[in-house]
């Protein structure tokens, strides 16, 4: 029980778009903190995606986007490629717990 | 271009302690807040706790008793010391660079450590 909740899966076929949700609370997103987004390849560390709700690091494809409202987050991939298959993971900070805190987890299926 | 090394004992027994050690390279360590995040097997992502620029810690709620993260400047390298494991500390751990209020990158490589009798 993650205090970020994800879908557990998505899928799109190549070059469709699709999005994932991140959904919070109070406590964490809809307390202003911002969501960051990280892709984790298969049997590789996290890379970070997405940071401060909608901004690109350096070298990710201007296909992945992120936007937030309220107590939600979501990421958007358009033109999907196979090489997107991935798990999705969003963070952001807890003030309840005092903590960091992830999503479960979304794993993108290329159809 | 900062990149994380890290390494630590991979097979402990109930009751052992985990320490794991993070080295920070293409840049300094000082000035900087540094985390241990880790993922049991199938699972998703669980913070563990960060060290600030400060050298104050602090730690998930459900393992602040058992965790200590510290920082060496005179090596550019930061730890982590998980006591009195069970097989549910199974996991990859990974160290990463960033505070606790913002994103994490970038992630060191993970260490699996496999806590069995």
């Known amino acids: 029980q993650s205090v970020l909740t994800q879908p557990p899966s998505v899928s799109g076929a190549p070059g469709q778009r699709v999005t994932i949700s991140c959904t919070g609370s109070?406590?964490?997103?809809?307390?202003?903190?911002?969501v960051h987004w990280y892709q984790q390849l298969p049997g590789t560390a996290p890379k970070l995606l997405i940071y401060?709700?909608?901004n690109r690091p350096s070298g990710v494809p201007d296909r992945f986007s992120g936007s937030k409202s309220g107590t939600s987050a979501s990421l958007a991939i358009t033109g999907l490629q196979a090489e997107d298959e991935a798990d999705y993971y969003c963070?952001?900070?807890?003030?309840?717990?005092?903590?960091?805190?992830f999503g479960g987890g979304t794993k993108l299926t290329v159809l | 271009q900062v990149q994380l090394q890290q390494w630590g004992a991979g097979l402990l027994k109930p009751s052992e302690t985990l320490s794991l050690t993070c080295a920070v390279y293409?840049?300094?360590?000082?000035?900087?807040?540094w985390n241990w995040i880790r993922q049991p097997p199938g699972k998703g992502l669980e913070w563990i706790g960060e060290?600030?620029?400060?050298?104050?810690?602090s730690y998930h709620p459900s393992l602040k008793s058992r965790v200590t993260i510290s920082v060496d400047t005179s090596k550019n390298q930061f730890s982590l010391k998980l006591s009195s494991v069970t097989a549910a500390d199974t996991a990859v751990y990974y160290c990463?660079?960033?505070?606790?209020?913002?994103?994490?990158?970038?992630w060191g490589q993970g260490t699996l450590v496999t806590v069995s009798s």
């Open positions: 990463a660079s960033g505070g606790s209020t913002d994103w994490f990158d970038p």
């Open positions: 293409g840049g300094s360590i000082s000035g900087y807040d």
């Open positions: 060290i600030n620029n400060s050298g104050s810690t």
């Open positions: 109070s406590s964490n997103i809809g307390a202003g903190y911002d």
């Open positions: 401060v709700n909608s």
């Open positions: 963070q952001s900070y807890d003030s309840s717990l005092s903590s960091s805190v």
